[in-house]
């Protein structure tokens, strides 16, 4: 029989694991997590009523491979609901502002409510609309560009810093004009290519977006996905599935090494202990798998591939303690913005289910590029520094009801330009040269949920070909 082992029960060793199974279901699987428990960022509380999320908070619902997948080990319609919709923010110039209306990405699409913004200068906004008549713009370095490079040339500096760079840079956790390009959002490139202009192609993006959108008889819906009981729900129902599957998971058990012979990997435990499998999936961080390939110049690049700190900072308040008078889901903060939060989600409005009546919940985020804040700072004063940045935004009566700081160090790998040929030239060499081995993951290219689960998808049908 084929023993596949896969390091790793964060999502996209959950995911790797469940499409084993449904393809290939004779195959036995090991899952091997270093923690307690399954999920990996994903973490969900439930406390005092509370539904609190302290990892990622939703996924992008136009992105289905998640709902399928869902909805495939036994959730339905009723588990999984759409985030409100509502008015989005930016805190620039130490002010909120609305993002444009018809805006997607920062990039507009309706010129009429861009014109109006007070976001952007007159003079700001004619050097955004040159972008109509500008040819694509070159990229030297590797076939790729930075992210803020491409945009300053499309439609400016002060585009990009108001509007473009808090909307972007802090999904990643990466200086904006390091960020890669074709590692994050290569369709900006391609629509730039095909439509001769950013905003040409966004705006048919939009029209796209509509048409489908026609088709939909629930009237206006919002772009992010979320499951009553939380994302740890998702999690504990497919690490449930899985189970019912006979796949066996080790808990609080680390992976040291991986060794390899011709027909496939000794798994290497604590106190000298291995198993054999026929082909491995690795998921876990690259600061846990470097090492394994010390000697294959190949893998050097996971030494230098860096990773930020962030932490989610939870404000549990009663709503007479907290007076918050925009009519939205939360804001982005830009650079020109003297704060060390970087966003804050109204999770009460954009996720009404998640709070009590009467209660207000917020989430900060804290953790910039270059900056140490995140590993240098305590939990109390993480949460001292939130509520002073947020004191510039809303009203604090009184102390919250409680807080909870979730620090991620290091968890954000810094997709620099670059970074995908890379990666491209690591899959390539992995498939030609370990053919029992797969590697996938946030080092790679995942980011979102859809992503990882998606890559897990990939791997398995790379490799699981190659040992049935």
Known sequence: MTKVAIVGAGITGLASAYFIKTQYPQVEITVYEA?????????????????????PESYLGRKTIMTEVAKSIG?????IVTNETGQSYIYAHNQLYPIPGGSILGVPTDLKPFMLTKLISFKGKLRALKDLSLKPI???????????HFFRARLGDEML???????????YGTDIDQLSLMSTFPNF???????????????????ERQQLAHHNQKGPQGQFKQFKKGLNDFINQLENWLVNQDVNFEYETK????????KGYFVELAQEERVFYDGVIVTTPHQSFRDWFSSDPKFDYFYQLQASSVATIVFAFDEKNIKNTYNGTGFVIARTSQTDITACTWTTKKWPHTTPEGKVLIRAYIGKPGDNIVNEKSDDELVAIAKKDLSQMMTFYGGPDFTIVNKMPY????????????????????YENYPHLQITGAPFEAV??????????????????RLV
């Open 255 to 262: 992976v040291h090494d991986l060794v390899a012979t011709q």
């Open 75 to 79: 959730m339905s319609d009723e588990d």
């Open 161 to 171: 810093e108001n509007l473009i760079e808090p909307l972007l840079s802090g999904i």
């Open 35 to 55: 923690t307690n428990r399954a999920g990996g960022k994903v973490k969900t509380v439930q406390r005092d009523g509370y539904t609190i999320e302290l990892g």
């Open 448 to 465: 979102g949920l859809p992503d990882c689960i998606q890559q897990a998808k990939d791997v398995v049908s790379k490799l699981l070909p």
């Open 189 to 207: 490139k391609a629509l730039e290519e095909k439509h001769g202009s950013i905003i040409k192609g966004m705006q048919q993006v939009k029209k």
């Open 138 to 148: 070159a990229m030297e370095d590797e076939n790729d560009i930075s992210v803020g």
């Open 411 to 430: 968890a954000s790998p810094q997709y620099h330009v670059g970074h995908i040929g890379k990666i491209k030239e690591i899959q390539q060499h992995i």
